[in-house]
């Protein structure tokens, strides 16, 4: 499984729902892009940080941005599922000799991949799975879609949730996909949740307001309860990929409000 944080994020602000498929028997591979996070270090100690963005940033300058990391970023997947595909036949995916540790092969199965990701990473997701005959289903966590996703739909199960009041019709381009998707496809939404409820800030930013000035934490995070925000992340995604990769069957995603409140279907 792979996943894509937010635009401009590192791959660690997803160790929440990371952890949490890893810790359900899934191969998770958290993908950072070069000069768009922080820093990427190479093999061999080769170091590459974030480009400065424009100093003006009108809507026309991000929207061009965001089309430029979308297609670096879908190279980059393309690039690590090739690297799984030899890791799965026993070859190391890097540029070493050593042999891979006990196991390792054996537990990729690529004909069984899965992507996700949040923001710009979630509209990724769906695109790779639109394209990549290896991606079997995709989850989309509050993301815009760019790209031919957004018209021409998945025919892949495709698991999207959404923040706060969002709606399917009152995202354009959420809107066009569904119509046009016909695989499996869910949407769930968190109430009174933000856009970066679906990252690790839900969990970190409570802790820090206790002793650090936060600005507008409500804002960036919504008002629900993390707690509950984060096991209803967990058990969505989680019964989504069990679901479509594992064959694990669950009606969950049909019911989550039965036991979450805090999710509702959106149809």
Not at 13 to 31: D, I
Not at 80 to 93: K, N
Not at 207 to 218: F, G, S
Request: charged share 20%; aromatic share 4%.
């Amino acid at each position: 499984m792979l996943f894509s944080s937010g635009d401009g994020g590192s791959r660690a602000l997803g160790t929440t729902l990371v952890e949490e498929l890893a810790s359900r028997g899934h191969l998770v591979v958290a993908l950072d892009s070069t000069y768009e996070a922080e820093q990427v270090e190479f093999p061999g100690g080769r170091v590459e940080r974030a480009l400065p963005l424009p100093v003006d940033l009108t809507p026309e300058v991000i929207a061009a941005l965001l089309a430029g990391h979308s297609r670096a970023r879908l190279a980059d997947a393309r690039f690590v599922l090739g690297a799984l595909d030899r890791l799965a036949r026993g070859h190391r995916p890097d540029t070493g000799t050593d042999p891979l540790p006990e196991g390792l092969a054996e537990a990729a199965d690529p004909s069984r991949t899965g992507v996700l990701g949040q923001s710009l990473g979630g509209s990724v997701a769906a695109q790779l799975a639109h394209d990549e005959p290896r991606v079997r289903a995709a989850a989309n966590l509050d993301g815009a879609l760019l790209g031919p996703v957004a018209d021409s739909g998945l025919a892949k199960p495709f698991l999207l949730m959404a923040s706060g009041t969002k709606t399917l019709r009152g995202e354009p381009s959420w809107a066009s996909c569904w119509a046009a998707s016909t695989g499996p496809r869910h949407a769930l939404r968190l109430r009174d949740a933000a856009h970066g409820s679906y990252t690790d800030l839900q969990v970190l930013l409570p802790q820090l307001v206790r002793c650090l000035p936060v600005p507008d934490a409500a804002g960036l995070i919504g008002t629900v309860d993390p707690r509950r925000s984060l096991a209803a992340q967990r058990t969505a995604v989680a019964a989504f990929f069990g679901r479509y990769l594992t064959g694990r069957p669950t009606g969950f995603l049909d019911r989550p409000g039965d036991d979450w409140p805090e999710l509702e279907v959106l149809r």
